[in-house]
T-cell receptor, first 111, second 108 residues
């Protein structure tokens, strides 16, 4: 079945460490997105990519990095520069022509 | 002011009631999405609209492009409809902006 796979589902990080969240889709969608969700708040856009080898910063890109080397993959790295990384991270693909599809999310906790 | 405003923020209903959630936006859009998020965090796309009205089961979504307004209706509500309902607009360049969501609780 087509969909988006995010991994890991839960991740613990020590302060000062970089961590990478995986997002893979087999829907043949061009556009992919990373969002952060904090308790009681709406989704905020971190980065998005409309095409392979191109991506744009969203509203809260500081402390994060991404790559889009393949259409299917859009990994997010949470760097040590991100001051408050504990959050729920959601990856999505699609939009306009294609219905939005979300991954199950990754919950990152900084110890 | 947010580009996307949802109302109400919280909504409690009795099983069987007709429910309406509203979404207003302030910019030109290419599409509007209604999403459902359950307590576990998973998000499901309910509708994608660029004009008119769509229906799926007990759910109906409408959009008025001139008034920059969309509504999500749930007929014959059920406790399993309890979730956060999120409106999102899509602007040029496939950029998505989300409302803060409406927490719906349907009591038996």
């Amino acid at each position: 079945d087509g969909g988006i796979t995010q991994s890991p589902k839960y991740l613990f990080r020590k302060e000062g460490q970089n961590v990478t969240l995986s997002c893979e889709q087999n829907l043949n969608h061009d556009a992919m997105y990373w969002y952060r969700q904090d308790p009681g708040q709406g989704l905020r856009l971190i980065y998005y990519s409309q095409i392979v080898n191109d991506f744009q910063k969203g509203d809260i890109a500081e402390g994060y990095s991404v790559s889009r080397e393949k259409k299917e993959s859009f990994p997010l790295t949470v760097t040590s520069a991100q001051k408050n990384p504990t959050a729920f991270y959601l990856c999505a693909s699609g939009g306009f022509i294609n219905v939005l599809t979300f991954g199950a999310g990754s919950r990152l906790t900084v110890l | 002011k947010n580009e996307v405003e949802q109302s109400p923020q919280n909504l409690t209903a009795q099983e069987g009631e007709f429910i309406t959630i509203n979404c207003s936006y302030s910019v030109g859009i290419s599409a509007l999405h209604w999403l459902q998020q359950h307590p576990g965090g998973g998000i499901v796309s309910l509708f994608m609209l660029s004009s008119g009205k769509k229906k799926h089961g007990r759910l109906i979504a409408t959009i008025n492009i001139q008034e920059k307004h969309s509504s999500l209706h749930i007929t014959a509500s059920h406790p399993r409809d309890s979730a956060v309902y999120i409106c999102a607009i899509e602007t040029s360049g496939s950029r998505l902006t989300f409302g803060e969501g409406t927490q719906l609780t349907v009591n038996p």
